[in-house]
């Protein structure tokens, strides 16, 4: 029976038994989908530019201590003439007929397929399709304020407010017909004068929440989570919010994103352990690299001339990410070698050792039980025994700890001009590196052809691939480089220059990052160029013409008729756009990372704690269904074993043995102990008493744990597995029995005259209906309601073991007269099984 919710009561408790009905599936995982999409930014959506003034009620609602948090200001009008290049580039001619273009799509997707969905699919696609596009421009507040595992799924306080504004009347109407399409689905609940509704996906779910608050939509995970969002109005801003704008200002805040890493890893601890093999494994190597990082903010938005993106990491000084890093910070000399103008380049400081036990932990867990010292011990051991050089002293002593990767703009760009930089701190040992790998590369890989080559006074080793491959690995060692590129005329290149030409250190972005070191620790670490204006002019003519060859048909088949000339062209792309320059500095309690660009980028790393959030579900629907496998093996493995017993004794087991007056004794369960590899347990048990007497009833807590439900404590000695033991069941009434150590005989398969496919040996039922492993009590009655004990044992469906041996779902919607016949070994009906 449904219980209403009123609303004066302080903590709702919703039915856990709701109707299940497909328009309130699809609303759950739609929700989730529409999280995960639009507040990653994956499609590059350059959501609340330029930014709309902030909406101080998100600061007011944000809890004490989140999880995870975060908020979009809503965006307004362009202005061409602002001095913001990435404005003026929005406000452009050409993105804003493309933006026109893009908002004829969707209207045209809306008219074109919501009509013919089915009238529940119509109203749920309409809404969402409403709720993505107001998203892009409006604005958003997202939180989980708080999220705890349990055996059975989680806990979860969490919520999603979207200001709709001007589209308060749309919304309120689509939310109205979104109800009367569920009907018996959610409740409604009244909440300081606002109507909320609220339902469950299944049980044991949290309850899903949506309903509007002045021009706000809310939508909401938990028991109460609405109502505790609302006390907080009026609160002041959180000092962690505050404290993230005061060290990330930018001048017109776009987003800003906030995650409790640590909070965050105890958690996915918890779920990697739920996730199967691989993904697992990198789960859990994901984890350990990123211990020691406590939180994570960043602000997005538009400073005087750009869009900007800072981010600050938190950070232990002694955690193995911290550690990869160099203590030194790079020095103007660093860069003498990068040319300003490369297309793509990144130069860093990192300690080479820490970094590859970093990589060498997650290598360890992935092979085996092995630790990254350990690992890079015997590792070092070999390079040593053929080089001359153990690890510690080729990465420390021989090789500095900078390393630059770029593309040479003169020789190909990022097509072929790829070159990497080591830098050398022993030039004699350095050589002596060099030549015994370059002799042992030669000996050991005799289809590599090596030649040497000089160049600018500095010799030059070329690989030549067998084959005709289309590009030649190139070494060449200086007395202050080792320098590498899988293009010849790139590594030449650079050797040649030797900084003739400005560098990457004069960047005036970077170059004002120097003075930050205070020989403390702190100072650059990293430094990161590229130019977004070469890779638009090289890739723009390819996207085009993929774009007008699979136009026609899409058109043909969408009937949308997109227009391919409203993509803005590359000059108005490339009209004022900057190149991108990224630093990251080493600050005292972690690092900073800061961008600066034209083109509108993401905050891509804020994801990661909603992706956890909304995956969620998925995660312990894919616990469900391993469970579900476990327990029909389990079920295999139980029939297999009446199977045995019948080829040793002619009969199936009976339900129990019998005293000489008839009474039962003990459970077929426990007659069948020898039969699954548990002879030393058989044997304690006393068969001429009942299951309850003194001696056995100590038995009841070692029951095997093949005959308890997965995830459930099998000490417990409640097992889900009973016999059909109705009146024409498989598990006959034990016969009185002289000798009631005698193993109790039941029928024979001969005697299963509707064949042993068609007649249910066994099922599993739920909690409740659960019954002490050696009592004597099975499933007896399928004319009282039997669904009452079958269903609820899983969302799935009702696990049935059949007489030969298989196991199978049922549906929950399974017919009553099937099942009753489906238990019946000789009623002679005809019965179809299509499940």
Not at 195 to 209: C, E, I, K, Q
Not at 210 to 237: C, H, M
Not at 602 to 611: Q, S
């Amino acid at each position: 029976m449904r219980r209403p919710i009123s609303g004066d009561r302080r903590r709702p408790h919703l039915s856990d038994e709701p109707e299940f009905r497909p328009m309130a599936m699809a609303f759950f995982g739609v929700f989730e989908m529409l999280l995960i999409v639009l507040l990653s930014g994956a499609f590059g959506v350059p959501v609340s530019l330029p930014p709309a003034p902030h909406d101080p009620w998100f600061d007011q609602i944000a809890p004490e201590d989140p999880l995870y948090y975060t908020v979009w200001s809503g965006s307004t009008a362009a202005d061409p003439a602002s001095g913001n290049a990435t404005e003026r580039m929005l406000a452009g001619p050409e993105a804003a007929a493309f933006g026109r273009e893009i908002d004829r799509l969707l209207d045209a997707g809306e008219a074109r397929f919501l009509p013919d969905l089915a009238d529940d699919d119509r109203t749920l696609r309409y809404l969402i399709a409403r709720l993505i596009r107001t998203m892009i421009d409006h604005p958003v507040c997202a939180y989980v304020a708080d999220l705890k595992l349990a055996e059975d799924g989680f806990e979860i306080d969490a919520a999603l407010i979207i200001k709709v504004g001007e589209r308060r009347d749309e919304t309120a109407g689509l939310i109205e017909r979104l109800a009367a399409d569920a009907e018996g689905t959610f409740e409604t609940v009244e909440i300081d004068g606002d109507t909320f509704r609220a339902g469950r996906s299944s049980p044991g779910t949290p309850l899903v929440w949506f309903g509007l608050r002045g021009d706000y939509l809310i939508l909401a995970l938990g028991e109460d989570p609405v109502r505790s969002l609302i006390k907080r109005t009026g609160n002041p801003t959180p000092a962690w919010l505050a404290e993230t704008r005061e060290l990330l200002a930018v001048e017109r805040i776009a987003t800003l994103s906030y995650i409790d890493v640590e909070r965050s890893l105890e958690l996915s601890g918890g779920m990697a352990g739920e996730m199967p093999g691989e993904l697992g494994m990198l789960a859990a190597m994901g984890i350990q690299a990123f211990a020691g990082v406590d939180r994570y903010r960043a602000v997005t938005g538009l400073d005087a001339t750009g869009y900007a993106v800072r981010t600050h990491v938190g950070i232990a000084a002694d955690s193995p990410l911290s550690r990869s890093l160099s203590d030194a910070p790079l020095l103007p000399e660093d860069f003498e070698s990068i040319p300003n103008d490369a297309p793509v380049a990144i130069v860093a400081k990192f300690d080479g050792l820490e970094a590859l036990g970093l990589l060498g932990g997650g290598v360890g867990m992935w092979l085996g039980p092995i630790e990254p010292e350990q690992a890079l011990e015997e590792i070092s051991r070999a390079v040593d025994a053929q080089i001359g050089f153990g690890l510690d002293e080729i990465l420390n002593e021989v090789f500095a700890d900078t390393l630059a990767i770029y593309a040479a703009p003169t020789e190909g760009g990022v097509v072929t001009g790829w070159v990497g930089v080591v830098k050398v701190r022993d030039p004699e040992a350095a050589r002596l590196v060099f030549d015994r790998v370059v002799g042992l590369v030669e000996q050991g890989i005799p289809d590599l052809r090596l030649r040497t080559e000089e160049h600018a006074g500095t010799k030059f080793v070329i690989a030549d691939p067998a084959g005709e491959a289309p590009f030649a690995l190139a070494f060449a060692l200086t007395e202050r480089e080792l320098v590498v590129s899988p293009f010849r005329n790139a590594a030449i290149g650079h050797v040649r220059r030797a900084g003739s030409v400005p560098n990457l250190g004069e960047h005036s972005q970077i170059a004002n990052r120097f003075a930050a070191d205070d020989m403390q620790g702190t100072g650059l670490r990293v430094a990161l160029r590229l130019d977004h204006a070469e890779l638009i002019r090289m890739f723009h003519p390819v996207v085009m013409m993929t774009i007008r060859n699979g136009l026609d048909e899409l058109n043909r088949t969408t009937g949308l008729d997109f227009d391919p000339l409203t993509i803005p062209s590359v000059g108005a792309l490339t009209a004022d756009l900057e190149p991108v320059t990224a630093t990251l500095m080493r600050v005292d309690d972690g690092f900073l990372w800061e961008v600066h660009q034209t083109f509108p980028g993401t905050d891509l790393p804020a994801i990661a704690p909603l992706a956890v959030m909304t995956g969620l579900p998925t995660i312990f629907t894919a616990r469900a269904a391993a469970r579900r496998v476990q327990s029909q093996n389990n079920m295999k493995q139980i029939g297999l074993a009446v199977h045995n017993y019948e080829s040793t004794y002619s009969r199936l087991p009976a339900q129990a043995n019998a005293d000489p007056e008839g009474r039962p004794l003990l459970s077929w369960r426990v007659h069948l102990l020898p039969y699954l590899e548990e002879q030393a347990l058989y044997e304690e048990f006393r068969f001429d008493e009942p299951w309850d007497s003194e001696h056995n009833r100590q038995l009841i807590e070692r029951m095997p744990a093949i005959y308890a439900r997965p995830g459930n404590d099998p000490t417990t000695g409640q097992t889900p597995y009973l016999g059909n033991a109705t009146e024409n069941g498989l598990f006959a009434p034990g016969e009185p029995q002289q000798d009631p150590k005698m193993p109790p005989r039941g029928i024979g398969f001969q005697n299963i005259l509707d064949g042993t496919s068609n007649t249910v040996m066994l099922v599993e039922v739920n909690d409740q209906s659960q019954v002490i492993w050696t009592r004597p009590d099975d499933f007896d009655d399928v004319d009282m309601d039997p669904l009452a004990r079958l269903i609820g044992a899983r969302e799935d469906g009702i696990l049935f073991g059949f007489g030969d041996g298989s196991v199978r779902l049922a549906p929950l919607s399974i017919d009553a007269l099937l099942l009753k016949r489906l238990f019946d070994r000789q009623d002679g009906e005809v019965i179809r099984i299509d499940w």
